[in-house]
């Protein structure tokens, strides 16, 4: 509470319907989001690779193109 009382690093109510503010240990949101950004980076990478591999055994590289296109188009942001 002492951020909402400085007036930084809490978000408005009322900027929002419908909603319930629950506070559930999260100390460092910048570092969750962090996490969350590698772990998002790590299951690209991995679905490059798998797609890699599936174009050297099957011929999919048409597929392949247009699976890869959320990825080049930063669907992947956070």
Do not use: C, W
Not at 26 to 52: C, D, F, G, P
Not at 55 to 62: K, N, R
Not at 66 to 75: A, E, H, N, Q, Y
């Amino acid at each position: 509470m002492a951020n909402r009382a400085a007036g930084k690093g809490y978000e408005n109510e009322d900027n929002y319907e419908n909603i319930r503010f629950k506070f559930i240990g999260i100390e460092n949101i910048h570092v969750m989001r962090s996490s969350l950004q590698k772990l998002l980076e790590v299951q690209i990478v991995k679905a490059m690779l798998y797609l890699k591999i599936m174009s050297a055994v099957l011929d999919i590289e048409p597929d392949r193109r247009v699976l890869t296109i959320p990825m080049k188009s930063g669907f992947n942001e956070v």
